[in-house]
C-alpha cells in the first residue's frame, strides 16, 4: 500500500484506455476536497505483439491497484472512429484494463469523451490541453505535479468527472423528475422565509 492513500476517505482511479499509450491516475478524497495523488502512463509501444500489450495492460493496472486500492474506476469510453480495426483494438486494452479491476471486486464507470470534458471543463468541445489547464486550476497541481503525457491529464479527468457524478443528488428511485421526487416528499422543500415589513 502507498502511504499518500492513508488520509483519504475514498480513493478513485481514473483510465484512458490506449494500445500505444494508456493513461492512469489515482485521485484522493478527503472531505469534500478532491486531490491528485499520481498520474502517468503506461508505454506500450516498445511491445511488438498486441497480446504482449494487453498483458502488460492487465499486470500494470493490477499492480496500480494493489498499490493505491482504489474504491472505484472511472473509464473513458472508447470514441467510436472510423478505422474498425483501431476500435477493436481500443476495446481490448480498455476491456483488459477493466478485467484487472474487476478480478478484486472494484465498480466500474464509463465516461463518454464528451461527458468528461464538459465536466472538468464545461465544453465538451475542449481540446486535450485545455481539460489538463483546468485539472490544474482545480486540483491546485504545481507545475512539477503536472505529467508530460496529455494520456494521464485525461485519466485524471475521468477520476474527477466521476467525482463530481457521484456528488450529485440522486433521485429517489420511482421519481422521474425533480418535480415529481419533491412532490412525493414535500417535506424536503424548504420553508419560504418571510419578508420582514420593510421589504413589502
Known amino acids: 500500500m502507498d502511504e499518500r492513500i492513508k488520509k483519504y476517505e475514498r480513493i478513485i482511479m481514473g483510465i484512458d484506455p490506449g494500445t500505444n499509450i494508456m493513461g492512469y491516475a489515482i485521485l484522493g478524497i478527503k472531505g ?19 497480446y504482449k500489450r494487453l498483458h502488460r495492460i492487465f499486470e500494470r493496472v ?21 478505422n474498425v480495426q483501431s476500435m477493436l483494438k481500443l476495446g481490448r486494452a480498455q476491456g483488459v484494463a477493466m478485467a484487472a479491476v474487476l478480478c ?30 483546468m485539472l490544474k486550476h482545480i486540483l491546485k497541481m504545481a507545475d512539477s505535479d503536472m505529467p508530460d503525457f496529455l494520456d494521464a491529464t485525461d485519466a485524471l479527468a475521468a477520476a474527477l468527472t466521476h467525482y463530481y457524478e457521484s456528488c450529485k443528488p440522486k433521485l429517489e ?26 421589504e413589502k
Open 32 to 50: 469534500k476536497t478532491p486531490e491528485m495523488v499520481v498520474c502517468g502512463v503506461i508505454k506500450l509501444s516498445k511491445f511488438e505483439s498486441h
Open 173 to 198: 428511485k420511482g421519481a422521474s423528475s425533480w418535480a415529481a421526487f419533491l412532490a412525493r416528499n414535500p417535506e424536503r422543500i424548504a420553508p419560504r422565509r418571510n419578508k420582514p415589513e420593510t
Open 104 to 133: 478484486r471486486d472494484i465498480p466500474i464507470t464509463e465516461y463518454a469523451p464528451l461527458a468528461i470534458k464538459q465536466a472538468v471543463t464545461g465544453n465538451g468541445a475542449a481540446s486535450k490541453e485545455q481539460v489538463a489547464c
Open 62 to 82: 493490477s499492480q496500480l491497484t494493489d498499490e493505491y486500492l482504489p474504491d472505484e474506476l472511472a473509464i473513458e469510453a472508447p470514441f467510436y472512429g472510423k
